[in-house]
């Protein structure tokens, strides 16, 4: 598909008054391959820390030497230009090795999220045709159990597995350097798994391979990487970006947060997501930053890292940042070196805005964007940002409020589909042209993307969300997509029918409920706590209902459809007019 081309803010647009002085109004990034951003920076800063994992530094040249030997063991592997490899681990250094060794390999990264479990995970080894998996540990076992209940035809030849602990100081388990609960989870070193019909190799192994390098072939034209997202029917879908929409963001979001090579980056939400991936990972790489890692969310590991090592620039979703003003132990921190705090995937509360900015002079930047926009489409100006908001469209982005029936503008304040235009926009859903045909539409010589969502914009230009034309569910700034948890708990034997919504939750924005008809067989004998213990099993725990509503029959329209909508505006009426707990 031919990319879009930038579309620099109209001077007479409303939210031109209020664009940041220093900041282009549309960018040409780099016209590469995302791998010479690694190598650039590597050539760059010889000595400089690249990551930072519980006080271990890897430099630019380690991470640069360490992704060749992977680039290199995979084409040993049979891997070639195009093919596409698996990702299934948590944030580590070796996350960045994998998949920059994938790309100096040619091939296109398949991040998949590290709490799927093994019922979920056969439709990322199948959709994408993928052959090569690289997996944590821990993971592998679910991984081979998805690729052994698959055909013989469909399954994995290659599995690369990779423990955390190796990339972590010999001394990380003394003192409080890890958290407790993560001892036994991050120090167990676990025997290799076994594929049914393929090899398993270990990372040091990989690491140690002296196979020559392929030469490096695709360019920004090429996918780089196929996330997936889900949608209101159906199983989860790929979304082809090729490396020039992430380029854009990556340079983009450096550009609009002012970064620097000086950067310190506390890189704590998931690189397996969109936000994490380019506006952590592939920033930090292109400006020759330090990434501080975090495997996962602990407020009082994040308030030490942030002190230790001056941490600059922190993207995250405002759950992170309310649990770390709640903490007992936050007066110990020194948050003073952040010059940056923001992100999105839920809004955040006034309240905890106002005292972020009373208590360490921050103003916390909300931004917008979606698996298919390379993350941000919009942002709030870091120097005038509005609550609760969507912010600007983002450098190089054309964005609008349409019907969402005729597609036409809307006027200002009134609530329509939020469409974008833009170099960061994705080509298309991988092997889906029907569905990428409903979510695209040409206007004036431009192609148009629908999000889904439904919004508004102000006299100022600022974009605010009001609802959503999609079922999603936003629980802490994770997407629930409906359609997938109902698939997977009709498997349950006790159950006849489910119909999943969201609901509020005063912590989580949103939380998971699953409204469910029993079988006949099942009535009096299965309760609510098992259907919730038997989704914790079989799906990751972000998706697994939390309150579950047993009925002796869902509510449909006449031509049969289950009435969602219905009931979740029943559970969010109930919960409006029960008082608050104190």
């Known amino acids: 598909m031919t990319p879009e081309t930038p579309c620099p803010v109209d001077a007479d647009a409303p939210h031109a008054r209020f664009w940041p002085t220093r900041v282009p109004r549309a960018i040409e990034p780099p016209q590469t391959s995302l791998w010479f951003n690694l190598e650039v920076s590597a050539r760059r800063f010889p000595n400089k820390p690249a990551t930072v994992f519980f006080d271990r530094v890897m430099t630019y040249p380690e991470l ?7 680039a290199a063991w995979l084409h040993a592997r049979g891997v070639r230009r195009g093919d596409r490899v698996i990702l299934f681990l948590q944030n580590c250094p070796q996350y960045l090795v994998a998949y920059y060794g994938i790309l100096r390999a040619n091939a296109v990264v398949v991040p998949v999220n590290p709490m799927n479990k093994a019922d979920e995970l056969g439709h990322y080894i199948t959709d994408p045709q993928a052959r090569v998996a690289i997996a944590a540990a821990d993971l592998a ?12 035809a469909q399954r ?31 120090g167990t070193r676990h025997p290799l798994p076994t594929l049914t019909q393929g090899r398993v190799t270990d990372w040091a192994d990989a690491l140690a391979c002296t196979d020559p390098l392929p030469p490096h072939e695709v360019g920004p034209d090429d996918l780089a990487v196929l996330p997936y997202t889900s949608g209101t029917t159906g199983l989860p879908k790929g979304c082809m970006h ?41 920033t930090s790489v292109y400006l020759g930053a330090t990434a501080v890692i975090m495997p996962r969310w602990d407020r009082d590991l994040a308030g030490r890292l942030i002190s230790r090592w001056k941490v600059t620039h ?29 992100g999105g995937g839920a809004a955040m509360p006034a309240a905890v805005a106002q005292r972020l900015q009373e208590r360490f002079g921050l103003r916390y930047v909300e931004g917008y964007g979606l698996t298919e926009t390379a993350a941000p489409s919009h942002h709030n100006p870091p120097d005038r940002p509005k609550l609760q908001c969507l912010g600007v469209p983002f450098i190089g982005c054309a964005a609008q409020v349409v019907d969402p029936d005729t597609l036409q503008p809307l006027p200002t304040g009134e609530a329509g589909e939020i469409v974008v235009s833009g170099p960061m926009v994705f080509e298309g859903y991988w092997l889906r042209p029907e569905a990428t045909a409903a979510v695209f539409f040409e206007r004036d010589g431009r192609r148009w993307f629908r999000t889904g969502d439904m919004g508004r914009v102000d006299e100022e230009g600022y974009f605010f969300i009001t609802d959503r034309l999609k079922r999603m569910i936003n629980a802490s700034g994770f997407k629930v997509w409906p359609a997938e948890v109902e698939a997977l708990m009709f498997r349950h034997p006790a159950i006849a029918e489910a119909c ?22 099942a009535r009096g004998t299965v309760r609510e706590d098992d259907i919730i213990a038997w989704c914790h099993e079989h799906m990751a725990a972000y998706k697994a209902p939390r309150l579950v509503e047993f009925v002796d029959a869902l509510p449909k329209s ?25």
């Open 64 to 70: 640069q030497q360490q992704a060749e030997r992977v």
């Open 141 to 152: 076992p679910a991984l081979c159990a998805a690729d052994a209940a698959l055909p013989a």
């Open 156 to 186: 994995l030849h290659e599995l690369l597995v990779l423990h955390y602990r190796d990339a972590m100081p010999d001394d990380a388990f003394e003192g409080d350097t890890v958290p407790p609960a993560w001892r036994e989870w991050l």
């Open 242 to 282: 090729p490396h020039r929409t992430l380029m854009h963001n990556a340079v983009a979001a450096a550009i609009w947060t002012n970064g620097t090579a000086e950067n310190v980056g506390l890189l704590v939400l998931p690189m397996f997501h969109i936000t994490g991936m380019v506006a952590g990972m592939h």
């Open 314 to 342: 922190w993207t995250n979703i405002p759950t992170m940042v309310i649990d770390l003003l709640a903490s007992p132990n936050v007066e110990r921190y020194d948050l003073s070196s952040l010059v940056f705090i923001g």
């Open 500 to 521: 999943v919504i969201g609901v509020p939750d005063a912590y989580r924005g949103e939380t998971v409920k699953a409204v469910v008809v029993l079988r006949q067989e």
């Open 558 to 582: 006449g031509s049969g459809k289950v009435m969602w909508r219905l009931l979740q505006e029943q559970a969010r009426a109930a919960a409006a007019s029960t008082p608050a707990s104190t």
